[in-house]
Each structure stands twice: as C-alpha cells, then as structure tokens.
C-alpha cells in the first residue's frame, strides 16, 4: 500500500504570505496530482508532475516534484483569500494498462483576508 | 461545474438503513469512480465501472456494492448502516477505461453527504 503523508495537515496564513505545503512518501510514483477542493464541492485536478525534479507554475502556485518521484511541494506565493481550501496530492502507479491513484489526506488551507 | 450530477446533496438515516446514492458521469466519460471522503481516512477509491462493467475494486464494503446502466449513469447502494459509513461519498468520471491523468483525468462530483445516526 503506497501512503502519501501531507504536511502540515492545518495551515492558517494572512493574505499576502507565502506558503509551503507537502507530500511525501516512501513509495516511487509514476506521476503526483494535485487537487484543491472546497466547501461543498468535490476536487479540482490543479496540475499532473510527472518527471523528478519537474517544476511546474500555475499563476502563484508552484509544484514540484522530487529527484525520485516520492516527494512533492506546493509553494505558493502572496497567498489569497481565494486560495482557501483542502489540498490533496495523488500519487499515481502504473499496475499494467491501469494507474492506482492514492490520495494523501490533505492540507487544509485557510487564508484570512 | 465538472459536469459530473450527485444526488441527493445531502442524507440522513439510521442505523440498519440501506440507502442509494446516485451519479450521472460528464458527457463523453465512460468510466465512473466511487470514493468515500471522511476526516480519518481521507479519500478511498471504492470502485470503478467503465461502460457498465465493473473495472476496479478498492476498500470496498461487501454491504455496499454499486452498478452502472446501459445510460452510464451509476448508483452506489450501501446498507446495513453503521455509524462508521457517515461520509462523503463522490463521483468521478473520466473519458476511458484506463485512469490515466493525460488522457482521462478525474473530474469529480459535489458528493453526498451521508449521516447515520
């Protein structure tokens, strides 16, 4: 069984700070996804990292994935109300023609105006 | 909007109940997932259809088991229910049979929120 640990679990930041969020494990995976999800709504897929050492930036959101595709960042920067929310990673491995995805249990983000 | 309808939105029930929770997948997805969210655990993959067969099996309970219809649209049917089963449960749907996050990536409903009391 592959678990994803994510850290810090709660994250409570004004607006205009930076923050880092993480997601480690001891297992390799093929590709690392990370979701944001809302009150009341279901996950959003944010943005897929498939190679090691991968960098990937989304407006002020930054992810990166580790030199041996066990291990991955959220970084973002001058933090919004907006961007409050449950930040999950999934961790995808390839089982022949199938991905199993496993989910961490997320960063719960809240950031006050 | 994923595109992707759960409903109820929200269900309360007893104990020894059995309930039905019912998804229709985005247009064009043929693959339907089921997962249950609580504070604990997090998100478990329960099970996945594509196309009306049964595809994948996760931490699935034998009380609750699931279809797919000729329609694609899919119910999760859970019964003899225990306090332990109030959760959300969402939907995802993806495009093939193969949960692939280039070609089929996940979108996933609002989910139920189930209660038992």
């Known amino acids: 069984t592959q678990l994803l640990e994510q850290s810090p679990q709660f994250l409570s930041i004004q607006e205009g700070e930076n923050l880092t969020v993480y997601c480690n494990s001891s297992s390799v995976f093929s590709s690392l996804q990370w979701y944001r999800q809302e009150p009341g709504e279901g996950p959003v897929l944010l943005v897929t990292v498939v190679t090691g050492g991968e960098v990937k930036k989304l407006k002020r959101l930054t992810f990166q994935f580790g030199d041996a595709r066990k291990d991955s960042s959220l970084h973002i920067t001058a933090a919004q109300p907006g961007d409050t929310g449950l930040y999950l990673c999934a961790g995808a491995v390839s089982g022949g023609s199938n991905y199993k995805l496993t989910f961490g249990k997320g960063t719960l983000l809240t950031v006050n105006p | 909007d994923s595109g992707v309808t759960q409903t109820p939105k929200h269900l309360i029930t007893a104990t020894g109940q059995r309930v039905t929770l019912r998804c229709s997948p985005r247009s064009g997805d043929l693959s339907v997932y089921w997962y249950q969210q609580s504070l604990d655990q997090g998100l478990q993959f329960l099970i996945q259809?594509?196309?009306?067969?049964?595809?994948a099996k996760g931490n699935i309970l034998e009380r609750f088991s699931a279809q797919q219809f000729p329609d694609l649209h899919s119910e999760l049917n859970l019964s003899s229910l225990e306090l332990g089963d109030s959760a959300l449960y969402f939907c995802?749907?993806?495009?093939?049979?193969?949960?692939?996050?280039?070609?089929?990536?996940?979108?996933f409903g609002n989910g139920t929120r189930l209660t038992v009391t």
């Open positions: 259809y594509y196309n009306g067969e049964e595809r």
């Open positions: 995802a749907s993806s495009e093939g049979p193969h949960l692939s996050s280039y070609n089929s990536p996940l979108h």
